[in-house]
């Protein structure tokens, strides 16, 4: 059977049913289909095997617990990029997915808006920033690289930082309201 969806059109529904969902990069340009396209694939999920999203269990700082996802790292794989103040998202990017939608906690350059805040304040149940934050989470699937874990302290996204005459510093910045 071939399924194939939009990684941000996933459900948990989908995540109980497959955990484990590889990004389709080999089909980009068939019809209806980006690089946002994803298939499920087979557990253990090999982060070596390509760029995928795996099931995770969440749980707020109220006890809540959550299905989402994220995004298996390679360990000890240079990254292209460090930021000042990053808890590993800007790699796994982890996202909370409910019936009412998913809510991303990494968002690049951009500053999540106080609407965007708000609309995911509302798909989490219209919690408070206390009942949400520190969010922490764990893989529920099995990785070939191991058991992953994490906690988040906020929306998160990236500022410039001048530092000196001419050093810039990229640094990661939380928003919890």
């Known amino acids: 059977m071939r399924i194939r969806k939009q990684v941000y059109e996933l459900t948990p529904e989908d995540l109980d049913t497959y955990p484990a969902w590889q990004f389709a990069l080999d089909e980009e340009g068939a019809p209806d289909q980006d690089e946002a396209t994803v298939r499920p694939m087979d557990v253990p999920v090999d982060p070596d095997q390509g760029m995928c999203v795996a099931k995770a269990e969440f749980t707020l700082n109220d006890g809540t617990v959550l299905s989402g996802f994220f995004s298996p790292t390679i360990p000890d794989m240079p990254k292209l990029f460090e930021y000042e103040g990053d808890d590993g998202s800007s ?87």
Request: glycine letters at 8%.
């Open 91 to 177: 790699d796994m990017q982890p996202s909370i997915v409910t019936q009412d939608g998913h809510v991303a906690f990494w968002y690049g350059m951009l500053k999540p808006t106080p609407e965007v805040i708000a609309e995911s304040y509302r798909i989490l149940g219209r919690k408070s920033p206390e009942q949400v934050f520190p969010i922490k989470y764990q893989s529920v699937v099995e990785i070939t690289t191991g058991d992953v874990t994490g906690e988040l302290q906020g929306f998160m996204y990236l500022v410039n930082e001048k530092r000196g005459l001419f050093r810039r510093k990229r640094v990661v910045r939380f928003v919890v309201e």
